[in-house]
């Protein structure tokens, strides 16, 4: 609950905050286990930190602790972002940004580099892994898309096949496939798309929520590249898409783009964004049917990328036995490192330019490196620092 309290700065910040939490300060995995778990929800639809996360808590206790991690890791940012629906009207959107956050960004930036940093030492050691890092770091920069990540992954296994890194002998149960999982996930995917067209061609009165299901469960099936690749999506949806066809969209642009501003000025997962949308979506409904939107998309948008998580990752389990797998693995590590390289860089351009942005940068990765101040009183220091100023 501390760590989905604190862990400001996006996808990209979490990674640090989850390296210094997780492995140095709990020792809950392993630097390989972590980067392994990064690697694998690169490659799956849905919220990566907020899947690395449940596979940290699954790591640890099993299906019933990983759920309870996912729930205390999305509660928080969920209950502010729908709390913002029914008080947006009372919200001035240019007073949101206020001083308390004016160095969250490059406190983010230092976390990132230090993560980077970290992961560097551990899974980059050799002259080609150096050379899948800088080329996946370069890639990332300037080819902006979500689908270059998996993509990226699948390229650096297949180079890394070309090593005679040998696969060591130790033999490992096979880990039972949950078939179970992937057939709810089809199954609500089809009952959910059903059920929102005989909704909206019937006109019943709750309607808007069924359809709202439908669209969050689609978008939680599809989406790569996390949070900040499903603001446009929802926008499309919810806003261009009914204003194209003449009907009134179910918020304001603006409105839209407070709550797309706060959820980057609030800890926990951009995808918490959702209850806001659902909430605003709900609006003119009423008092119950708008905290059931905010329920209705909040769930909507995490089931499915839970439900796939914990049928693929069995499976990616049992084929790391293999040495066509193990030896990718060294890769696919060093293409994480890359994309963790390039996070920085992108979100430190996307920091106004300032010489106290370069300092916080700075002292906050010293702090994480060569200090042992836990990583939350760090957030904290800055929170604090920037009211005070």
Same mark, same amino acid.
């Given at each position: 609950?501390?760590?989905? #309290?604190?862990?400001?700065?996006?996808?990209?910040?979490?990674?640090?905050?989850?390296?210094?939490?997780?492995?140095?300060?709990?020792? =809950?995995?392993?630097?390989?286990?972590?980067?392994?778990?990064?690697?694998?929800?690169?490659?799956?639809?849905?919220?990566? *930190?907020?899947?690395?996360?449940?596979?940290?808590?699954?790591?640890?206790?099993?299906?019933?602790?990983?759920?309870?991690?996912?729930?205390?890791?999305?509660?928080? &940012? *969920?209950?502010?972002?729908?709390?913002?629906?029914?008080?947006?009207? /009372?919200? =001035?959107?240019?007073?949101?940004?206020?001083?308390?956050?004016?160095?969250?960004?490059?406190?983010?930036?230092?976390?990132?580099?230090?993560?980077?940093?970290?992961?560097?030492?551990?899974?980059?050691?050799?002259? &080609?892994?150096?050379?899948?890092?800088?080329?996946?770091?370069?890639?990332?920069?300037?080819?902006?898309?979500?689908?270059? !990540?998996?993509? #990226?992954?699948? &390229?650096?296994?297949?180079?890394?096949?070309?090593? =005679?890194?040998?696969?060591?002998?130790?033999?490992?149960?096979?880990?039972?496939?949950?078939?179970?999982?992937?057939?709810?996930?089809?199954?609500?995917?089809?009952?959910?798309?059903?059920? $929102? +067209?005989?909704?909206?061609?019937?006109?019943?009165?709750?309607?808007?929520?069924?359809?709202?299901? +439908?669209?969050?469960?689609?978008?939680?099936?599809?989406?790569?590249? @996390?949070?900040?690749?499903?603001? %446009?999506?929802? /926008? +499309?949806? !919810?806003?261009?898409?009914?204003?194209?066809?003449?009907?009134?969209?179910?918020?304001?642009? +603006?409105?839209?783009?407070?709550?797309?501003?706060?959820?980057?000025?609030?800890?926990?997962?951009?995808? $918490?964004?959702?209850?806001?949308?659902?909430?605003?979506?709900?609006?003119?409904?009423?008092?119950?049917?708008?905290?059931?939107?905010?329920?209705?998309?909040?769930?909507?948008?995490?089931? %499915?990328?839970?439900?796939?998580?914990?049928?693929?990752? %069995?499976?990616?389990?049992?084929?790391?036995?293999?040495?066509?797998?193990?030896?990718?693995?060294?890769?696919?590590?060093?293409?994480?490192?890359?994309?963790?390289?390039?996070?920085?860089?992108?979100?430190?351009? *996307?920091?106004? !330019?300032?010489?106290?942005?370069?300092?916080?940068?700075?002292?906050?990765? @010293?702090?994480?490196?060569?200090?042992?101040?836990?990583?939350?009183?760090?957030?904290?220091?800055?929170?604090?620092?920037?009211?005070?100023?």
């Amino acid at each position: 609950m501390l760590y989905s #309290l604190t862990a400001f700065g996006g996808p990209q910040g979490h990674f640090g905050m989850m390296h210094k939490t997780f492995v140095e300060k709990r020792r =809950d995995v392993t630097d390989s286990e972590l980067m392994d778990f990064m690697a694998f929800c690169q490659m799956l639809p849905g919220p990566s *930190s907020t899947q690395t996360i449940i596979l940290i808590g699954y790591k640890r206790g099993g299906i019933l602790l990983a759920l309870l991690t996912l729930l205390l890791w999305i509660l928080p &940012a *969920s209950i502010l972002m729908a709390g913002l629906s029914f008080l947006i009207q /009372y919200i =001035d959107a240019k007073s949101i940004q206020t001083n308390v956050f004016k160095y969250i960004q490059p406190m983010a930036v230092g976390f990132l580099a230090y993560a980077a940093f970290k992961a560097m030492r551990n899974s980059v050691k050799h002259p &080609a892994t150096i050379m899948i890092m800088i080329v996946s770091l370069f890639i990332t920069v300037q080819f902006r898309s979500p689908w270059i !990540f998996p993509l #990226l992954i699948v &390229a650096g296994g297949i180079i890394s096949n070309f090593s =005679d890194k040998r696969i060591p002998d130790v033999y490992k149960d096979k880990k039972p496939i949950k078939w179970v999982n992937i057939f709810w996930f089809v199954l609500v995917f089809i009952i959910a798309g059903v059920l $929102s +067209e005989i909704a909206r061609t019937q006109q019943w009165h709750n309607a808007r929520l069924f359809n709202l299901f +439908e669209n969050f469960y689609r978008f939680g099936s599809f989406v790569f590249g @996390g949070g900040h690749a499903l603001i %446009p999506m929802m /926008y +499309e949806q !919810f806003i261009a898409r009914p204003m194209h066809l003449g009907m009134s969209p179910y918020m304001s642009p +603006e409105q839209f783009l407070t709550g797309a501003g706060i959820i980057n000025a609030i800890p926990g997962p951009v995808f $918490s964004i959702c209850a806001f949308v659902g909430g605003m979506s709900m609006r003119s409904f009423g008092f119950t049917q708008q905290l059931m939107g905010c329920g209705v998309a909040t769930a909507g948008v995490f089931l %499915p990328s839970t439900l796939l998580l914990f049928f693929f990752f %069995p499976i990616y389990q049992n084929l790391k036995k293999y040495t066509v797998i193990f030896r990718a693995l060294e890769g696919i590590h060093a293409v994480v490192v890359g994309i963790m390289w390039a996070s920085a860089f992108i979100l430190f351009r *996307s920091v106004d !330019f300032q010489y106290s942005h370069i300092v916080v940068i700075a002292i906050t990765f @010293g702090m994480l490196m060569y200090t042992k101040v836990p990583a939350p009183l760090v957030v904290l220091g800055w929170l604090l620092l920037g009211w005070a100023l």
